[in-house]
């Protein structure tokens, strides 16, 4: 009963985000016809013709696996960083006086200043992962550093009287804690990692990149170029969001198998 009901919420879900889909399809075309310019604005269709003349051909896919590799690369370094300043900075009032300026200065500069700046220090080929790490390293940051703050002294103390090691400190407490907040800030920072990341490509014009292409679509006026990799653009950064939350699913679900600690670990309470 509980799988049938399940699966009905499932298809219900994929239903409405087609009749969705549909509706935003049909408005672009209506929006289309009345501009009446292609120059202006494509149909549906010659986007999604010109997409399927485009995966065919091997450049398609150097560009999108060379900025995939620039991009996430950035975004994973962001991640572990954001996560190791996090725990100092918690750890450490220094530490988070020294650092949290830095960081918000990061958060408030726009990112076509670091990008400009960066053109002066750094080759094309790097400029995506450095515009994408400098753009989520602060939103990391911030959510792991909020979670932190909110753990539940109760069960932090807890865990000091029963003796738990730090790895049990991590798996029982910290990571089911912290998770939450690790998974909105992988939400959010991937879509604004492929924003920057792409931005930094288009000004950089590193080879075999999609701002690459993006930029030769604009010079020549190429729209259905313009518009088609602009979905690709789109559809990857949902992609990478659906990996990762799948991944955070998984992970939660295997913590949650893990189960509570076993008696062994309340040993150190005995001699309380």
Same mark, same amino acid.
């Given at each position: 009963?509980? /799988?049938? #009901?399940?699966?009905?919420?499932?298809?219900?879900?994929?239903?409405? =985000?087609?009749?969705?889909?549909?509706?935003?399809?049909?408005?672009?075309?209506? *929006? *289309?016809?009345?501009? +009446? %310019?292609?120059?202006?604005?494509?149909?549906?269709?010659?986007?999604?013709?010109?997409?399927?003349?485009?995966?065919? %051909?091997?450049?398609?896919?150097?560009?999108?696996?060379?900025?995939?590799?620039?991009?996430?690369?950035?975004?994973?370094?962001?991640?572990?960083?954001?996560?190791?300043?996090?725990?100092?900075? @918690?750890?450490?009032?220094?530490?988070?006086?020294?650092?949290?300026?830095?960081?918000?200065?990061?958060? &408030?500069?726009?990112? &076509? @200043?670091?990008?400009?700046?960066?053109?002066?220090?750094?080759? @094309?080929?790097?400029?995506?992962?450095? &515009?994408?790490?400098?753009?989520?390293?602060?939103?990391?940051?911030?959510?792991?550093?909020?979670?932190?703050?909110?753990? /539940?002294? /109760? $069960?932090?103390?807890?865990?000091?009287?029963?003796?738990?090691?730090? +790895?049990?400190?991590?798996?029982?407490?910290?990571?089911?804690?912290?998770?939450?907040?690790?998974?909105?800030?992988? !939400?959010?920072?991937? =879509?604004?990692?492929?924003?920057?990341?792409?931005?930094?490509?288009?000004?950089?014009?590193?080879?075999? !990149?999609?701002?690459?292409?993006?930029?030769?679509?604009?010079?020549?006026?190429?729209?259905? /170029?313009?518009?088609?990799?602009?979905?690709?653009?789109?559809?990857?950064? $949902?992609?990478?969001?659906?990996?990762?939350?799948?991944?955070?699913?998984?992970? #939660?679900? %295997?913590?949650?198998?893990?189960?509570?600690?076993?008696?062994?670990?309340?040993?150190?309470?005995? @001699?309380?």
């Amino acid at each position: 009963m509980k /799988d049938s #009901t399940t699966k009905n919420r499932i298809g219900k879900k994929w239903i409405r =985000g087609g009749v969705v889909a549909a509706l935003w399809l049909l408005l672009w075309q209506v *929006a *289309a016809s009345a501009v +009446g %310019q292609e120059l202006l604005l494509v149909f549906p269709a010659t986007v999604l013709r010109r997409l399927t003349q485009l995966v065919r %051909q091997p450049v398609f896919w150097q560009a999108v696996f060379s900025s995939c590799g620039r991009i996430m690369s950035g975004v994973l370094l962001a991640l572990a960083v954001g996560m190791l300043l996090a725990a100092l900075m @918690s750890r450490f009032s220094f530490l988070y006086a020294f650092f949290r300026p830095a960081l918000q200065v990061m958060k &408030a500069t726009p990112v &076509a @200043s670091f990008i400009i700046l960066a053109l002066v220090w750094l080759h @094309s080929d790097i400029l995506g992962a450095f &515009a994408a790490f400098l753009m989520v390293l602060p939103m990391v940051w911030a959510n792991l550093y909020e979670g932190i703050g909110a753990v /539940d002294k /109760d $069960l932090l103390e807890m865990t000091r009287a029963y003796g738990f090691s730090w +790895g049990k400190k991590l798996r029982y407490l910290y990571l089911p804690s912290l998770l939450p907040y690790f998974a909105a800030a992988c !939400s959010t920072g991937i =879509g604004i990692g492929w924003k920057a990341g792409v931005a930094a490509e288009v000004l950089g014009l590193p080879k075999n !990149s999609i701002g690459k292409a993006l930029y030769n679509a604009k010079i020549y006026l190429e729209m259905p /170029d313009l518009f088609g990799w602009t979905v690709v653009i789109i559809l990857l950064s $949902l992609l990478f969001e659906k990996l990762a939350a799948a991944l955070l699913r998984a992970v #939660t679900m %295997q913590l949650a198998k893990g189960g509570k600690p076993d008696d062994s670990d309340r040993k150190a309470a005995k @001699s309380l």
